[in-house]
């Protein structure tokens, strides 16, 4: 049984809004324990980087989420 998209975005969301709010923590414990005893330019480029490094995952799930499963060549009569 193929998901359909409306499925697949509403799986994507919930995915989504607990990863957020995970990764949001892991990237607040690294920053308490590892970053207070470093500079000004590392704790600058650690925030970069966690600041844009939640988007990747997202980003490869993405065109998962928009894919309609008929266009796959799913075994789904139309």
């Known amino acids: 049984m193929a998901l359909g998209v ?3 975005k509403l799986i994507g969301a919930a995915i989504i809004l607990v990863w957020l ?5 892991l ?5 308490i324990r590892v970053l207070p005893h470093a500079g000004g330019i590392l ?6 980087v966690a ?3 939640w988007i990747v995952p ?7 989420m928009s894919r309609d499963p008929l266009e796959q060549g799913g075994s789904s009569k139309r």
């Open 51 to 53: 600041g844009m490094a």
């Open 6 to 8: 409306r499925t697949k």
């Open 43 to 48: 704790q600058f480029l650690y925030y970069a």
């Open 21 to 25: 709010q995970v990764y949001a923590l």
């Open 58 to 64: 997202i980003g490869l799930m993405l065109p998962w």
């Open 27 to 31: 990237a607040m414990a690294i920053g």
